[in-house]
């Protein structure tokens, strides 16, 4: 069964202290893996698109990267304007469909 | 401005009515998807709809219904038969493996 796990559920962290956000995953076949970030009470915002193993985006203080197991969403330097919502979602091949984890609550404090 | 509505923002209904939730698009998508997001879960797949008057279930459609007579509208109805309806409800389009999410709508049953 494709299945999305994210890791950790939520993290706190200071203005300027660095930190990464886990997505596995167990997909038969993957056609892409995708960030989103949501904010309390609106809909997600897309981040990025990954395909293949070693493939890596960068926008601003977030960098994503790509295994054959799990993504990582790495977050350089965060502001407080970074808290939010952290959704990571695949698409397996030959298939419309998403399948989303369950985010990683991001809090950053100044 | 290109992107996707979603109206109500907030829509309360008495128990044993039926609602339905408005989504257009003017990206000229083919594919359009329901969502339904709960507290502390990730988003659950309603419907998708990859072309106009074609749609599938997703995983979680019993109580629910679409149509897809336009390629820019997608609506959702919520039947009596939905055991559990207070959520928030999400509709995206997608293009290329790229979704984009309208803002929600949150629906409370009274």
């Known amino acids: 069964e494709d299945q999305v796990t994210q890791s950790p559920e939520a993290l706190r962290l200071q203005e300027g202290e660095s930190s990464s956000l886990n997505c596995s995953y167990t997909?038969?076949?993957?056609?892409?893996l995708f960030w989103y970030r949501q904010d309390p009470g609106k809909g997600p915002e897309f981040l990025f698109t990954?395909?293949?193993a070693g493939e890596e985006k960068e926008k601003e203080r977030l960098k994503a990267t790509l295994t054959k197991k799990e993504s990582f969403l790495h977050i350089t330097a965060p502001k407080p304007e970074d808290s939010a919502t952290y959704l990571c979602a695949v698409q397996a091949s030959g298939t419309y469909k998403y399948i989303f984890g369950t985010g990683t609550r991001l809090k950053v404090l100044a | 401005d290109g992107g996707i509505t979603q109206s109500p923002k907030y829509l309360f209904r008495k128990e044993g009515q039926n609602v339905t939730l408005s989504c257009e698009q003017n990206?000229?998508?083919?594919?359009m998807y329901w969502y339904r997001q709960d507290p502390g879960q990730g988003l659950r797949l309603i419907y998708y709809?990859?072309?106009?008057?074609?749609?599938q279930k997703g995983d979680i459609a019993e109580g629910y219904s679409v149509s897809r007579e336009k390629k820019e509208s997608f609506p959702l109805t919520v039947t009596s038969a939905q055991k559990n309806p207070t959520a928030f409800y999400l509709c995206?389009?997608?293009?290329?493996?790229?979704?984009?999410f309208g803002p929600g709508t949150r629906l409370t049953v009274l």
């Open positions: 709809s990859q072309i106009v008057n074609d749609f």
């Open positions: 995206a389009s997608s293009f290329e493996g790229e979704q984009f």
């Open positions: 997909v038969s076949g993957l056609r892409g």
């Open positions: 990206l000229n998508h083919d594919a």
């Open positions: 990954l395909y293949s």
